[in-house]
């Protein structure tokens, strides 16, 4: 008998005691509906609470059950959960991995969905929220602005309000692992990696139970993570308004310079000492603002060395 093709499921999990048996038994409920072996892999991240416990007890459940099979991996602390689901990722043994949050803010029953696309052809699988759940305005609309502005300035395009919540190829988890960098989203490393992606739409919904652990503080954090390890722009824009200043202000300062002094203000400009000095100081903070925007393109090749992402990615090498 062949055995079945395994998926990967990699959830990482940070407290989440109260959730982990409703997420069990939606995913086993799930499973029976498809012909594949699933693999859970539950990444501990430093849980404080019994979210340990509760795992394990899931042993005697899956006892007997072909169908799925667990692995619990324990992280020694709290790492955050990019690392603890890279670590998910990399110990990840299907034929497709995915990557699903143990709140149930994803909906378990559109597992399915992701699995037709895969099975169409698509090598990573997103989930898309649909923007008009519930949630805090201020979170939305941060969003919302996030995405703009790393659409204008990253290099990979991204659709607005993808989520963690995707489906990789084992194409894409072997090209993932090539990541050594520290600072990392996940999100950001899978959609640099290209592949043929599929989408699929769904409603989020409220977190099972407990709190998120993402405070809007820690959110604000990822964003800023996110604009400066995929982008210089922040520094390039001091470089252009720099430049803008020192170009505009150096010629303001040495036609005042030559029209009141050389000249004896022939136009009666009247232009004062102030006025010059105050153009002499925007000209110099000009001067230092574009340094900075130079400093920027050197940053920019040393970030890139230092990240040491693969050259290349390749999706196919095959004779023909
Ligand atoms: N999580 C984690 N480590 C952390 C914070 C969160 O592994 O430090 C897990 C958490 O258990 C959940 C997922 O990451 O499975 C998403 O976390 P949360 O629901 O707090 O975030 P949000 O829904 O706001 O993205
Ligand atoms: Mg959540």
Not at 131 to 138: E, K, R
Not at 241 to 248: E, K, L, P, S
Request: hydrophobic residues 45%; charged residues 20%; neutral net charge.
């Amino acid at each position: 008998m062949i055995s079945k093709p395994v998926i990967s499921v990699v959830t990482p999990v940070y407290n989440e005691a109260e959730n982990v048996l409703l997420f069990f038994h939606e995913l086993a409920k799930m499973a029976r509906t498809v012909s594949y072996r699933f693999e859970l892999i539950f990444v501990d991240d430093g849980s404080s609470d019994n979210s340990v416990a509760v795992i394990e007890s899931l042993a005697d459940e899956v006892k007997d059950n072909k169908n799925i099979g667990i692995q619990l991996i324990q992280l020694s602390r709290n790492f955050g959960k990019e690392i603890a689901t890279t670590a998910g990722i990399e110990a990840s043994r299907g034929d497709a991995v995915i990557i699903l949050d143990a709140d149930l803010q994803h909906p378990i029953d559109t597992i399915p969905t992701f699995i037709e696309e895969w099975e169409k052809g698509y090598e990573v699988v997103i989930g898309v929220r649909n923007t008009d759940g519930h949630g805090n305005p201020i979170k939305k609309l941060g969003s919302e602005v996030f995405y703009k502005i790393m659409n204008r300035i990253s290099e990979t395009k991204i659709v607005p309000h993808s989520t963690d919540f995707r489906l990789l190829d084992r194409k894409v988890v072997v090209a993932f692992r090539k990541f050594t960098e520290r600072q990392r989203i996940t999100r950001g490393l899978i959609d640099w990696l290209g592949f043929k992606r599929g989408y699929v739409r769904f409603e989020t919904r409220e977190r099972a139970h407990g709190q998120p652990s993402y405070s809007t503080k820690k959110l604000v954090k990822l964003a800023l993570n996110s604009v400066t390890t995929h982008s210089l722009f922040p520094l390039r824009l001091a470089g252009y308004v720099g430049t803008i200043f020192m170009v505009f202000f150096g010629l303001a300062g040495l036609f005042t310079y030559i029209e009141v002094y050389l000249m004896a203000d022939p136009w009666g400009l009247k232009i004062t000492g102030t006025a010059l000095l105050g153009m002499l100081v925007l000209f110099a903070i000009g001067i230092v603002l574009s340094s900075l925007g130079l400093i920027a393109l050197y940053i920019a090749n040393i970030h890139g060395e230092v990240a040491n992402r693969p050259l290349y990615v390749v999706s196919k090498d095959e004779e023909i």
